[in-house]
């Protein structure tokens, strides 16, 4: 069934249509129009399928999406023109550059827990880039899917996009049965597996925005209160469910008392004695994932939260300590609500615990000490490190957002986004007389060669000394010939 809905929008991308800057700047500004008219059944979208308040539907789903729209609008000339290369000395008189071109029809697959960002963000991208789209938002986060579809049918041109609401089973018939020209997927590694062997039956591009454990190392240099009250809003925003989120922090025993206690007065500020009664506080996406949870629980002390309501999908800003060396919370990724706490024995011993696992998508480091953020940042590696603050990062237009090894392939946001969805197309183009290339044919002789040679194999950097002199002479040159000209010039009027 869906083959037509395909090919359809193949037929448009074969048309051409899509690769104007007019074409791709009405759909951008389309993208305006639909996030503002419709801030109020967006918000009561997030709000059935996770709670979400005002706020982070404000500046966790949507700001990003602007931005990044503003910022395509603002630059997107710009971006599409080809980038100049550098030549070798036979190229001199050709054109070499790197267009930027769009892959064709690409699927964009999207996670539950920021439904609207995790799929209009990429399209923006997608779409300033020159592609079609076929766009399928997560099942699990169905108010906000049926929307995003709802809306995207109304707002932007019906025959280059299509969204689909699909599960597991339906999606990973799309991926199977069709060929997409690259696929950006957001959501859990295993899947991201699953659509990596898809994707290489027609060796199509894959972007993998994928998730994993991110380790926050607190060092008793930290500011304590400062620490404690980005640690819980950047933990408990969207009820834990947040890719870049800490997953577990680090700490010396010293300071894990006071961090606990300062934690707990922060979320007791920032959502009252009971979380669930806050407007604030989100909730679990689902039923299943609330037990997931609860199951994360056996095998920890819990130290703070812990309450549980199924069927309101509550579960509490949560402190657990003191983790069985076998409690699957060790290794599985929370993506939740419970915070764990280990304690190490110095940076040393963090930073091996850092570099143990896969790598993370987000490592974060709290200290005043200079040499501890430098010696995290220098010895371990993640998609992104925030130092002294969670979450914040992921607004700035020109970091690039993705993980790397276990957590991701690629990135996106800002310019990263255009650049992912394009294909960088070499055109070189020779206007070079054939007189100048006889150097190049056979028959080949030494002759030939020790002519061509220093022609084509670059030497070495020059020297900083050598280039100074060598600015210097032209430089005096320049001035000499000047005043050369100058004599040559007033002399001409004086016999005049
Ligand atoms: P998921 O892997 O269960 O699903 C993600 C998407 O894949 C959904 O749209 C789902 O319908 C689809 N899907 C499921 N099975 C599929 C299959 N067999 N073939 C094709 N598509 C399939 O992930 P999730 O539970 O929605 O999200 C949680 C995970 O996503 C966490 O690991 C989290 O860290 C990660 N995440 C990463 C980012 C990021 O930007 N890096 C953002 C949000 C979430």
């Known amino acids: 069934m869906f083959s037509a809905e395909l090919e359809r929008l193949r037929n448009s991308y074969n048309s051409h249509k899509t690769k104007s800057i007019s074409w791709r700047r009405d759909q951008v500004r389309a993208m305006m129009r639909m996030i503002n008219e419709n801030r109020d059944a967006i918000g009561d979208a997030l709000k059935k399928d996770l709670n979400k308040s005002q706020m982070d539907m404000e500046l966790m789903e949507l700001m990003c999406v602007h931005n990044d729209i503003i ?206 009664n806050s407007e604030s506080y989100g909730r679990i996406v689902n039923e299943r994932h609330v037990k997931r949870l609860r199951a994360l629980l056996e095998g920890v002390e819990i130290v703070y939260g812990g309450d549980i309501d199924e069927s309101d999908r509550y579960f509490a800003p949560t402190i657990v300590t003191n983790v069985k060396e076998d409690a699957a919370i060790k290794n599985e990724e929370i993506f939740g609500p419970i915070l764990p706490i280990y304690i190490v024995k110095d940076i040393d011993e963090a930073i091996s615990i850092m570099n143990d696992g896969e790598k993370s998508l987000q490592l974060s480091v709290f200290a005043r000490d200079r040499k501890v953020i430098d010696k995290v940042t220098a010895k371990t590696s993640s998609g992104g490190i925030t130092v002294n603050d969670l979450l914040i990062q992921h607004g700035e237009l020109d970091l690039p957002f993705g993980g790397v090894g276990d957590s991701g392939i690629g990135n996106y946001h800002g310019k990263y986004t255009f650049d992912t969805f394009s294909q960088k197309r070499s055109v070189y183009e020779s206007f070079t007389p054939e007189l100048m290339n006889v150097v190049r044919y056979p028959p080949y002789s030494q002759r030939q060669l020790s002519v061509l040679r220093p022609l084509v194999f670059k030497s070495g950097p020059i020297p900083k000394p050598i280039w100074f002199f060598l600015k210097l002479a032209v430089i005096a040159s320049a001035g000499v010939l000047m005043a050369y000209l100058y004599k040559i010039v007033t002399e001409s009027k004086k016999f005049s």
């Open 71 to 276: 910022d395509t609008l603002d630059n997107l000339e710009e971006r599409m023109k080809p980038d100049k290369c550098r030549k070798s000395l036979l190229s001199v008189m050709n054109t070499v550059e790197v267009r930027k071109e769009p892959f064709g029809v690409v699927l964009v697959i999207g996670a539950w827990n920021f439904p609207f960002m995790l799929t209009l963000q990429p399209l923006v991208g997608a779409i300033a880039a020159g592609n079609c789209a076929v766009i399928k938002p997560s099942e699990l986060a169905p108010e906000s899917g049926a929307l995003i579809k709802q809306l995207v049918e109304k707002y932007l041109d019906p025959d280059c996009f299509s969204v689909i609401i699909a599960g597991p089973k339906e999606s990973s018939d799309l991926i199977n049965n069709h060929r997409f020209d690259l696929i950006f997927y957001t959501g859990g590694s295993f899947v991201g597996k699953l659509i990596m062997q898809a994707a290489a039956k027609h060796l199509t591009p894959v972007i993998l925005e994928l998730g994993g454990k991110n380790p926050c190392y607190v060092d008793k240099s930290c500011d304590l209160d400062c620490t404690a009250k980005r640690i819980a809003w950047g933990k408990w925003s969207n009820a834990g469910q947040a890719c870049v989120a800490p997953d577990f922090i680090l700490c010396e025993q010293a300071i894990r008392e006071p961090l606990i206690e300062k934690i707990k007065e922060k979320v007791r500020e920032m959502y009252g004695d009971d979380p669930k």
